[in-house]
């Protein structure tokens, strides 16, 4: 199952990419073809923000990954915590927040230390 779940988070980051390469005017940058995730991370919900940013949560240890769609760099934006998952991820209309559902394990909270929801 867990195999299953990583499989389809990283088949949805693919499609991601490859729709928004797919609507890029003709003459324009093209996006990467995979963008590499950290060792270990197991991807699951996955959420753009603003421009080119996108957010993947690991359900390894809830950890919060923060990349560029563009260039395929990133970094890990929310570090895990032993216990934790991170499987529902939503940026907010604005793209001013980031708002992380705890899965099985009941906690929700943001990618920082408080509850709800991250400024990002």
Known sequence: MRRTLAITGVA????????LTASAAPGTTTFPEVIALPNGWLPEGIAVGR??????????????????????????FAPGV????????????????????GGPTGTRGRAASTPAMARI
């Open 12 to 19: 949805a980051l693919v499609a991601t990419v490859a729709a």
């Open 82 to 101: 032993p216990g934790r998952v991170a499987v529902g991820l939503k940026v907010d209309q604005r793209g001013r927040y980031l708002f992380v559902a």
């Open 51 to 76: 421009g080119s940013t996108f957010y993947s949560g690991s359900r390894a240890d809830g950890a919060i990954y923060r990349g560029d769609l563009r260039t395929g760099e990133g970094s890990i």
